[in-house]
């Protein structure tokens, strides 16, 4: 009662900021104006209680970045057959179920009914799941379990293109490969949206700006290679078309907003819900450390799914994994706010697990190279404050 009280008195006091010679008198959110007449209802955003103070903890993770992509190949160790699975970038959540299902046609192909999967982040866990569904007996062999690992320190949004390789590695061959896994990866979560805990739902992102959104900005000439950016090009229609908000018809002052439709995943919901029915379906799990890969000879599994992530850099000697650090800032969970904001290069995201605040920075490369895991307060505080900013 009182939340919606404050609700209203916030839309009332944001929207008469902002009529002045936009609209006639004050609107409120059922459509009428305060003398009577009929208007547009601007935008109903539950105003977001950012502020410093209810930060709850501050994550540092590192997304396995390779420059061709994930690695998918096959090789043997001693007796074992080796399925890889690992190097997702920014994209490992998004892609997991189409990756996986890759991975797996792969292992199926050596006959064998009992199958170890290394690693139990984002890409293990669901290649566990796949396996068992198609009748295996898998056991995941892991040095760390969720939450404790990286998969479950990030933002949690469907990005399926994020930091998945540069632009000169996207030949047509590895576009097909992604736009399958993307579109296998999406159909399988329209599977889980709407369930207990809701560990998959929608959400509307309002990217905000303070200048038009026609306004283009003229970007500095830059030498680095050049990210590869798929969603657009290949997978347009799984989205629904953005749409604009002009000054006054929203209530986050005198600034732009456009609208998008945004897949976003409760990652603490999510893994809980993965890791019950893997060991539902009988699946085992042995905490275990691998220091190189002639350490698979003990495991008694023939075929093994490897998914350590960043891990495969130290296991498997793959320098071609490059780290990209990212930091995300939490806060205590608000219930009603059910939409997500992309403003000054923050971007806040309403997980039901706790609001998440991350700095992205100028490009792909904010992070780049960067496997330092300490929490930076200032960054953190930055991004909050800079979400802050809309609601003053
Ligand atoms: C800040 C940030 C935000 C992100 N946001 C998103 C997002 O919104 N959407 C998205 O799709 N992706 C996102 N990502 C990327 C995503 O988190 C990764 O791509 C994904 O977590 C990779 O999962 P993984 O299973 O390969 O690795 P991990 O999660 O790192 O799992 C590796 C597993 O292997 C085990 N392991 C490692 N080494 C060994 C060893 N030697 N012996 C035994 N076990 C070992 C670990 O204990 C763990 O169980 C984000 C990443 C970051 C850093």
């Not at 479950?152 to 490969?177: K, M, N, V």
Request: proline letters at 6%; a positive charge; glycine letters at 8%.
């Amino acid at each position: 009662m009182e939340a919606s009280l404050r609700r209203r008195q916030w839309l009332l006091g944001a929207g008469a900021a902002l009529v002045v010679g936009a609209l006639d008198g004050c609107s409120v959110p059922n459509g009428r104006t305060l003398s009577g007449k009929s208007a547009q209802p601007i935008l109903p955003l539950a105003p977001l209680r950012a502020s410093v103070d209810r930060i709850t903890s501050i994550t540092v993770c590192t997304r396995p970045f390779r420059a061709r992509g994930p690695c998918l190949d096959v090789e043997r160790v001693g007796e074992k057959t080796v399925v890889h699975n690992y190097g997702h970038g920014g994209s490992g959540w998004s892609l997991s179920w189409g990756s996986s299902s890759i991975a797996v046609q792969k292992a199926l192909t050596t006959g064998e009914r009992e199958i170890a999967v290394v690693g139990c982040g984002a890409l293990g866990i669901t290649s566990a799941l796949l396996l068992q569904r198609a009748g295996m007996r898998v056991t995941i062999y892991a040095k760390d379990l969720p939450p404790n690992v990286r998969s479950s320190l990030a933002s949690g949004l469907w990005t399926p293109d994020s930091r998945i390789c540069y632009a000169e590695h996207a030949t047509p061959e590895f576009c097909q490969l992604w736009e399958n896994m993307a579109r296998q990866s999406f159909q399988t979560y329209q599977t889980l949206l709407g369930l207990p805990g809701n560990p998959i739902e929608f959400i509307d992102n309002y990217y905000v700006s303070d200048r038009p959104l026609t306004e283009r900005r003229v970007r500095p000439i830059d030498t680095r290679p050049a990210f590869a950016h798929l969603q657009r090009e290949l997978i347009s229609d799984l989205m629904p078309r953005d749409q604009d908000f002009g000054i006054g018809s929203h209530p986050l002052g005198a600034r732009y907003l456009r609208r998008s439709a945004l897949m976003m995943f409760n990652i603490s919901a999510y893994s809980r819900m993965l890791m019950t029915d893997f060991l539902m379906n009988g699946g085992r799990i042995e905490i275990r450390e691998f220091h190189s890969p002639a350490d698979f000879a003990s495991v008694r599994e023939k075929t093994l799914i490897h998914a350590t992530g960043y891990g495969a850099r130290a296991l498997f000697g793959d320098n071609s994994l490059t780290p990209v650090r990212g930091q995300l800032a939490r806060m205590i969970p608000q219930p009603d706010v059910n939409y997500g904001l992309f403003y000054k290069r923050v971007s806040f995201i309403p997980r039901r697990d706790g609001l998440v605040f991350q700095t992205v920075g100028e490009d792909d490369y904010y992070g780049f190279g960067d496997e330092t895991s300490t929490p930076d307060r200032n960054e953190a505080e930055l991004a909050v404050n800079t979400i802050a900013e809309l609601f003053k």
